[in-house]
T-cell receptor
Framework: GQQLNQSPQSMFIQEGEDVSMNCTSSSIFNTWLWYKQEPGEGPVLLIA?????ELTSNGRLTAQFGITRKDSFLNISASIPSDVGIYFCAGPPGETSYDKVIFGPGTSLSVIP | NAGVTQTPKFRILKIGQSMTLQCTQDMNHNYMYWYRQDPGMGLKLIYY???????DKGEVPNGYNVSRSTTEDFPLRLELAAPSQTSVYFC??????????FGPGTRLTVT
């Protein structure tokens, strides 16, 4: 079936550092979504991207929809301890299907104060 | 506006027992989903619904059933619980299918 790959699998960074992570697929996506999950909670939507090449920011977070439509990137600037969590990329594969959204395996972020 | 609510928060079942996980949303969203998340893993889609009266299987539907009689409610039924169903279950809703809003989860242990 369809699969999303995320890298890195985990990151340990110092507070104040910038973070970059990516998500790739062998299939084309029409929409890319980035979620954050904190321990014991459900995922929370951070950013949604709808157009190839689109660059969208949400505070210190910036995400980009790859030009090939097979990848997306998330950057966090000046990380703080509350950035800790698992970051998932997700999207509905294919041109028109919004019925099923698939999720990547996640990137676990730890921030060392 | 409570968003997506799930009950119970925790449950321990014995093998072979049945239970229903409740999910309610007050955002008038047409799309609703059930996922399971195993430790250290991503989310796997169990069932989804695009509107009242319409449901369809996701990636891992075996051992589960759903119904959608109203826009607000999307209960997930486990029949004959098995240890492999030990997981955290998340319900989500969406206005159009892409951007999803998740509930807090139900942590289920089957022993």
């Amino acid at each position: 079936g369809q699969q999303l790959n995320q890298s890195p699998q985990s990151m340990f960074i110092q507070e104040g550092e910038d973070v970059s992570m990516n998500c790739t697929s062998s299939s084309i996506f029409n929409t890319w979504l980035w979620y954050k999950q904190e321990p014991g909670e459900g995922p929370v939507l951070l950013i949604a991207l709808y157009k190839a090449g689109e660059l969208t920011s949400n505070g210190r977070l910036t995400a980009q929809f790859g030009i090939t439509r097979k990848d997306s990137f998330l950057n966090i600037s000046a990380s703080i301890p509350s950035d800790v969590g698992i970051y998932f990329c997700a999207g509905p594969p294919g041109e028109t299907s919004y019925d099923k959204v698939i999720f990547g395996p996640g990137t676990s972020l730890s921030v060392i104060p | 506006n409570a968003g997506v609510t799930q009950t119970p928060k925790f449950r321990i079942l014995k093998i072979g027992q049945s239970m229903t996980l409740q999910c309610t949303q007050d955002m008038n969203h047409n799309y609703m989903y059930w996922y399971r998340q195993d430790p250290g893993m991503g989310l796997k889609l169990i069932y989804y619904s695009v509107g009242a009266g319409i449901t369809d299987k996701g990636e891992v539907p075996n051992g589960y059933n759903v119904s959608r009689s109203t826009t607000e409610d999307f209960p997930l039924r486990l029949e004959l619980a098995a240890p492999s169903q030990t997981s955290v279950y998340f319900c989500a809703s969406s206005p159009q299918g892409a951007e999803q809003y998740f509930g807090p989860g139900t942590r289920l242990t089957v022993t």
